[in-house]
Each structure stands twice: as structure tokens, then as C-alpha cells.
């Protein structure tokens, strides 16, 4: 048994809780450090790739249940919000409780609702079970980089962070891959009986992995749990979520998306007082938001998860009702762009070393704009996919690069006793990024549509106007009610599209160059040699401090 010292904002002889990691014997060799990085991977892929490809099921979803596009929604997006409710809550737990009971009863957990939506003979059993992955999914996620940053070195902790992140980044599109692939060849039922069914690759390999391998550590609490902090977090979670979730669908004026909005902002803003009021003994220290790395590590991920939400929700109609691609091929031709983001996020901890983290995260976001630029700039009908794979290749190089040193900079912001709680605030990050960015970027696609299709609709019934106003999807369907006129209205709705796309890449492009002054400015310090004291020989090792 061994006991860590806090290793982060807390000054060296400040009372607090205490860091207990039990590992049979000194610490982790490099073997069993190997073998925890693959444990808490395969448990996070776990989560990732079972649910990030629900999205394609929706039609198979409707005709299943009998339910209406709103109901398939809820069943999509119930589990988002559960996740980002109890993320922060839930992290705080497993420090306190154990991170590897705590990685043990989620796998449990999530298994249990796996089975139980691949089973489930109504919608209301499926929104149940989608609420209970939520659960699972945020005991899980966090806990699997808390491991990573309380149990590795710190000269071997990046690499396993680089790892970590290229998983979260890069298995959301290998997930929507495969169930595009089972949607397709089998039925959508498999989304969720895979875990269960084939063990060996996801739930049940993690769990016996993590029961044999995971060293546990939890913290030895001197202040009670912050009850009031979580309620208020959980309630700024969903409300905000619901909100960006429902305002694109229901309008920004609906009373739903007010009430969310509203309630949410509220919420968030009793969150901020209370923990200011209980400094030390809150669950997120909101003061450690002025130091640069938390500030703007926590700012990256929002912008650059925002972004690739916002280009999945442009590029799979570009696929599919552009191009008139199949599922399958659409997620396969996203797959260039995961394994670029999964190698990026591979090659920053080595990067950063020489050059900063500060300069690793400026230059992932340049190359993220660039490829921002290229999509707007060269995307055409005719041009197909050639014209938005240099785009993608460089989008998924950029994020690689920026998500690794960003990560880096949140877990690292914060005590080794509180990593539950930062890995939670990375992947709660994470969410509301997505979120927005699908709300944002999905308003500005739609909105560019609208106006671009407007003036091509000349000659079309009126039916047939009215539904190729509200997408390309639904202009395509409409197109074959409209006699001689229906090729011009496909290509009229594909050209609204492009320009549509060109419309959002464009915003996205002047959001990265914003975020992008901003780390120059205000990114990570990174570490420089302090002065020798006097007393120390030139030979000694250089000592490091930080700006």
C-alpha cells in the first residue's frame, strides 16, 4: 500500500484528503501498466463504439417501436443527457469509493442495459435502458483516465493520455462504422446485444482485465460529499443539453427549450457560487479556472469536439443524400480522417516534450482550420469525395494533435485525489461541445440551405417545395412527384447543400482562428529551466519550473 501525495493545486503542506492506491507491491511494472492502458481502453471503447452509431438505426428504431420521430429522439439523446448529468457526480464518486469498484459496477451496469435494449419489446423498456447506459457510461468513462493519470509515471503518463484520447476520438467513427455495417446485414437489435454477446472483445474482457489488473485507489475524504454541487450540476447539465438538443428541432422561442435554457443557466450559475463558498471542499474547485492549463484546455475540447460534431452532421448528408451512398460506405469514407485523428493523438506526447504544449495545441488547431478551409473552400457536387478527403485528413491531424495536451492540461490542472472528478470535467467538456456544435453548426447548414434553395424552386409543385425546404433528404424523396422536373430539383437541392456546408465550414473556420489566437495568448505555460542556485554543481540535472 502506498500513499500519494496531492499533485496539483493544493500546496504541499495544506490539510486534505488523502490518495490511497493499493497495488500488491511498489507500483505497476511496465508490463501491468501495458496492460491497464489496454483494460481501460477496451472498457472505453466499450461505451463508444456500442452507442456513438445509434444515429443510423433511427428509421429501424420508428418502424420497430411504432414510434414517432420525437420518441426516437428521446431514445437517442436520453442517454446524453443522463451521461453528462451524473459525469461530475459520478467521478467524484469513484474517488472517493474506489476508481476500480467503481469501473467494475459501471462495465456491470452498462452490460445489464446493453442486454436489456438489444431485448426490449416496447420504446418505453428502450428509453429505460438507454437511461441505464447513461449510468454505466458515466461511472465508466471517467474512471478509465482517472486510472491512467493516479497509476502512470508522469514521464509515461502522456503516451498513455495519447492513447486514451485517440480511443475517444477516433472509436466514435469506428462505432458508427460498425453499426452501419449491422444495421445493414443484420438488424439494429446487435448495437446493443454485442457487448453481451461477444464478450471477448468489449464488457466482459474489460471486466475480468480490470478485477485482475486495475490497482485501486480511492481518497481518503476529510469533508463531507458535496450533495448540493452535484444536484446543481446535474440539473445545468441537462437543462443546457436539453436545450441545444431540442432548439434546432422545437425553435429557440418553444416554451420546452426556454424552460431548459432558463433552468440550466440558473442552475449553473448556483453552481459557480456554492462551490466558490466551499473553496476546498467543493466538488469542482471553480477557482482552478484561472490558471491557463484548466482554462484552456477545457476551451479546446469544447471548440474542437463542437466542430467534428457539427462536420458528422454536414458530411453524412453530404454522403448519403449527395453522393447517394449507402450507410456502410458513408461511415467507411469517414474512417481516413479517425485513423489520422488516432495517429495525431499518438505523435502530440511525443511533440510536446520539444516543443510545448501551448505550441502542440496552436498547431493542431491551425491544421483543424485548415482543413475547415479546404472543406469550404473545395467541396463541390461534382467534385465528390476527393473534394472533402484533404479536409478531413487535416481536421483529423488537428484534433489529434490539440485533444492529447488538452487533456493533459485539465487532468493535470487539478490533485491526483480529485483525478475522478477531472477526467469527469473532460468528458462533460466533451459533451457540451458536441452539443453545440450540432446545435450551431446544424442551425447555420440549415439555415444556408434554406436561403440557397429558395431561388431554385421555381416551376415545383408547391408539395414538392415545401418538403425540399427542409432538407436534401427530404428533396430527394420529393423528387420523384415532380415529373420532368425531378432531376433539376435533385441536383437544385444538392448545389443548396454544398452551399449550405460552405455557409457553416466558413463559421467553423472563424471559430478555430478565435480559439487559435486564444491558446497563443493564454494557452498552457509550458515548463522552462529555472536558474541554478548557486550551491548546485554544473553538473546537476536541470531543474524545471513553471512560468
Known amino acids: 500500500m502506498s500513499t500519494n501525495q496531492p499533485a496539483g493545486a493544493a500546496a504541499p503542506d495544506a490539510p486534505g484528503p488523502v490518495t490511497v492506491t493499493v497495488h500488491g507491491d511498489e507500483g505497476p511494472d511496465p508490463r501491468r501498466l501495458r496492460i491497464i492502458l489496454i483494460t481501460v481502453c477496451i ?13 443510423v438505426a433511427q428509421p429501424d428504431l420508428a418502424v420497430e417501436f411504432g414510434a414517432s420521430q420525437s420518441t426516437v429522439l428521446w431514445i437517442i439523446n436520453l442517454y446524453t443527457l443522463t451521461l453528462a448529468a451524473l459525469l461530475l457526480p459520478l467521478g467524484a464518486f469513484g474517488d472517493r469509493l474506489g476508481r476500480k469498484p ?42 478509465t483516465l482517472a486510472v491512467i493519470t493516479s497509476t502512470f509515471p508522469e514521464e509515461q503518463r502522456g503516451r498513455a493520455i495519447g492513447v486514451w484520447t485517440g480511443v475517444a476520438g477516433g472509436g466514435g467513427i469506428l462505432g458508427m462504422f460498425l453499426s452501419a455495417a449491422l444495421v445493414d446485414v443484420a438488424s439494429w437489435r446487435y448495437l446493443f446485444v454485442l457487448p453481451v454477446v461477444l464478450p471477448v472483445a468489449l464488457v ?51 416554451p420546452a427549450t426556454l424552460i431548459g435554457l432558463v433552468a440550466g443557466l440558473l442552475a449553473a450559475v448556483a453552481f459557480v457560487v456554492w462551490e ?43 454522403l448519403q443524400a449527395v453522393l447517394g451512398w449507402s450507410g456502410i460506405r458513408s461511415t467507411l469514407a469517414l474512417m481516413p480522417m479517425a485513423v489520422a485523428m488516432m495517429a495525431a493523438s499518438g505523435l502530440a506526447p511525443r511533440l510536446t516534450p520539444r516543443i510545448g504544449a501551448r505550441a502542440t495545441m496552436a498547431t493542431g488547431i491551425l491544421l483543424a482550420g485548415a482543413g475547415l478551409t479546404l472543406m469550404a473552400g473545395i467541396v463541390s457536387v461534382d467534385g465528390g469525395y476527393p473534394s472533402v478527403l484533404p479536409g478531413m485528413l487535416a481536421m483529423g491531424i488537428g484534433m489529434g494533435l490539440a485533444m492529447t495536451p488538452s487533456t493533459e492540461a485539465i487532468t493535470g490542472s487539478l490533485p491526483r485525489e480529485r483525478q475522478g472528478v477531472a477526467s469527469a470535467l473532460n468528458d462533460v467538456t466533451r459533451e457540451f461541445g ?3 456544435g450540432v446545435a450551431l453548426l446544424g442551425a447555420l447548414l440549415s439555415a444556408g440551405y434554406r436561403d440557397a434553395i429558395d431561388g431554385r424552386l421555381h416551376d415545383v409543385p408547391p408539395g414538392a417545395a415545401d418538403a425540399a425546404r427542409e432538407g436534401v433528404a427530404n428533396a430527394v424523396a420529393a423528387a420523384g412527384g415532380t415529373g420532368p422536373r425531378a432531376q433539376a430539383l435533385v441536383d437544385a437541392a444538392r448545389r443548396s447543400f454544398v452551399e449550405g456546408w460552405q455557409q457553416a ?42 512560468r
Do not use: C, H
Request: hydrophobic content about 55%; aromatic content about 6%.
Open 43 to 55: 472498457a472505453l471503447m466499450a461505451v463508444i463504439a456500442s452507442v456513438s452509431g445509434l444515429n
Open 102 to 143: 467503481t469501473l467494475i459496477a459501471g462495465l456491470a451496469v452498462f452490460g445489464i442495459a446493453s442486454a436489456l435494449a438489444g431485448l426490449a419489446p416496447s420504446a418505453e423498456v428502450m428509453l429505460a435502458a438507454r437511461m441505464l447506459s447513461g449510468v454505466g457510461a458515466a461511472m465508466i468513462m471517467p474512471i
Open 204 to 254: 466482459v474482457v474489460a471486466l475480468v482485465m480490470a478485477l485482475r489488473a486495475i490497482p485501486d485507489s480511492r481518497e481518503a475524504p476529510t469533508t463531507s460529499f458535496d450533495t448540493v454541487g452535484a444536484l446543481t450540476s446535474v440539473v445545468a447539465a441537462v437543462g443546457l443539453i436539453f436545450a441545444l438538443q431540442k432548439g434546432p428541432e422545437r425553435g429557440w422561442s418553444d
Open 276 to 318: 466558490l463558498r466551499l473553496r476546498d471542499a467543493a466538488l469542482l474547485d471553480v477557482r482552478l479556472f484561472r490558471e491557463r492549463g484548466l482554462a484552456g484546455g477545457s476551451l479546446t475540447l469544447l471548440t474542437v469536439f463542437g466542430v467534428q460534431a457539427g462536420i458528422f452532421v454536414v458530411l453524412f448528408p453530404f
Open 434 to 436: 458536441t452539443a453545440l
Open 505 to 546: 465550414m466558413w463559421a467553423g473556420v472563424a471559430v478555430m482562428g478565435v480559439l487559435f489566437l486564444y491558446v497563443l495568448t493564454r494557452g498552457p505555460k509550458d515548463p522552462v529551466p529555472a536558474p541554478a542556485r548557486e550551491s548546485e554543481s554544473e553538473s546537476d540535472p536541470e531543474v524545471l519550473s513553471v
